[in-house]
Each structure stands twice: as C-alpha cells, then as structure tokens.
C-alpha cells in the first residue's frame, strides 16, 4: 500500500505516542512541501501550572520536517531529526498549531549538497501558536540528509 499524505497524517494522529499527547496531524500537503499539527492543552498534555507541557511541545514539532524532506527527496536518501531548540515565549492553553514548510526550491539545494554521499545538516524553523495567533513558542530543528551508499556507489 503507498502512504499518501492523507493517510499519513491519519497514523501519526493515531500513533500511540501522539494519540495520547493530545497531538493531532490535520493534514500533510499533496506535494510534501507543508503539514500542519495540532497539540490540544488538556488534563493530561498539560504541567503543573495547567499550561502546555514544554515536552508536548517539543514532540508536536518532531518529525515533521524530516519527514517532509524525506518524502520529497525519496528513497536514495537517509534522512534524519538529528536535533531541536525550543524557545518558550508564553504559556500555552488550549489548542497550538505548528506549521511546517519546506519548499521544492529547498529540498532541490538539499539534493544537490547531498550528491555523491556528502553530509547535509540544515535547520528549519517555525513557530508555535495559540488560536489567538499568539506566539507560544519558536523552534528550530536540525535534520540531517545524505545520499545512500548504493547510489553513490552506483555513479561512481
């Protein structure tokens, strides 16, 4: 079975370690450039003083990139979340949003710094916001990209 963008945000939304951090995957676009998620602020995604929890942050913005990169450079690539910061800019309550975008023309300079096996490390940003629109959050994260063995192998 192909994994569409569709039903890929439908397993990540189910996928236990979402499902129960209240993260919810509203859709992946159809040409892998953008996704949207959701983090719902509630009994049991919330801390002590009833505000987001900074690791359910975290997590709402973990593989996202990645897996945006991923798919669109497809299968002659490794590619990884290596790591992330995360800045607090309010309290969070509610439901967040985070948007993630990575565009053809990115992805496109990506492919090419990572021809003939050479390491890619390159950090996105987005930020993460209350409905008001408020910033919550900012975050960066770091994903690493390089062409498999076997198509280097293969060209040289």
Do not use: C
Request: charged letters at 30%; zero cysteines; aromatic letters at 10%.
């Amino acid at each position: 079975m192909r994994i569409t963008p569709r039903r890929l945000a439908i397993g990540m939304s189910l996928w236990i370690p979402n499902l129960f951090s209240g993260i919810r995957v509203r859709r992946f676009s159809d040409d892998w450039t953008h996704a949207t998620v959701e983090l719902h602020v509630n009994l049991f995604t919330r801390n002590y003083v009833k505000t987001a929890f900074g690791g359910s942050m975290s997590a709402m913005t973990d593989p996202y990139f990645f897996m945006l990169v991923m798919h669109q450079l497809g299968r002659d690539y490794v590619v990884w979340d290596t790591r992330g910061e995360i800045e607090f800019v309010k309290p969070g309550r509610g439901v967040l949003t985070a948007e993630f975008e990575v565009t053809r023309e990115r992805a496109e300079q990506i492919r090419a710094r990572a021809e003939g096996g050479a390491k890619v490390l390159e950090w996105f940003e987005t930020v993460i916001t209350d409905r008001e629109g408020d910033v919550v959050a900012r975050v960066r994260r770091e994903v690493y990209v390089r062409e498999k063995r076997r198509v280097t192998a293969a060209r040289a």
